[in-house]
T-cell receptor, first 115, second 112 residues
């Protein structure tokens, strides 16, 4: 929470539709991350970006796409190719670079339900 | 090798008791071990974190114990309170990418 905004809080989608989840931050962090949370499975990394105009796939990138055109924004698109998109989606930010690992700060999440 | 195994899956503790959650890892390259607390419908919040050069870190009622040789670390919540009832996740990361690998979570219920 704090300087990370995710919208909307709840999102409903029909099967076959693409949908975009918003993540905005004012913490001036270089790195941004998208996680998916399912009951009993913890958080799994979808995509991450350490710098503007660059991003990498995480462990479960299939059916998702991202962009990083601005430092403050890292939208996630859930495409129709994602077979089981109903989940709680969490955006996080953190410092990146030579100093090594550091704290990740999480947004409040978006709950996506496919009807 | 990238997994972090967390136990127990759920835990019930009486008010004032000690809650203990354990995590184990295989990859010795992990160099940062945070614990997150998550309330229902909210994003996780960092609780406490440790690096492998120390064996214990304490912040208020929360303590991380780290055993490098056993590749295990645990969270101890002293004097557990009903407000501590939440899901707790351990995690581990390597290097500058800060890619966190999460455990599967422990649902803690503190009974009044």
């Amino acid at each position: 929470d704090g300087g990370i905004t995710q919208s909307p809080k709840y999102l409903f989608r029909k099967e076959g539709q693409n949908v975009t989840l918003s993540c905005e931050q004012n913490l001036n962090h270089d790195a941004m991350y998208w996680y998916r949370q399912d009951p009993g499975q913890g958080l799994r990394l979808i995509y991450y970006s350490q710098i503007v105009n660059d991003f990498q796939k995480g462990d479960i990138a299939e059916g998702y796409s991202v962009s990083r055109e601005k430092k403050e924004s890292f939208p996630l698109t859930v495409t129709s190719a994602q077979k089981n998109p109903t989940a709680f989606y969490l955006c996080a930010t953190g410092l990146a670079g030579a100093l090594g690992p550091d704290t990740q700060y999480f947004g409040p999440g978006t709950r996506l339900t496919v009807l | 090798q990238q997994q972090v195994k967390q136990s127990p899956q759920s835990l019930i503790v009486q008010k004032g008791g000690i809650s203990i959650i354990n995590c184990a890892y295989e990859n010795t390259a992990f160099d940062y071990f945070p614990w997150y607390q998550q309330f229902p419908g909210k994003g996780p919040a960092l609780l406490i974190a440790i690096r492998p050069d120390v064996s214990e870190k304490k912040e208020g009622r929360f303590t991380i114990s780290f055993n490098k040789s056993a590749k295990q670390f645990s969270l101890h919540i002293m004097d557990s309170q009903p407000g501590d009832s939440a899901t707790y996740f351990c995690a581990a990361s390597i290097g500058a990418t800060n890619k966190l690998i999460f455990g599967t979570g422990t649902l803690l219920a503190v009974q009044p």
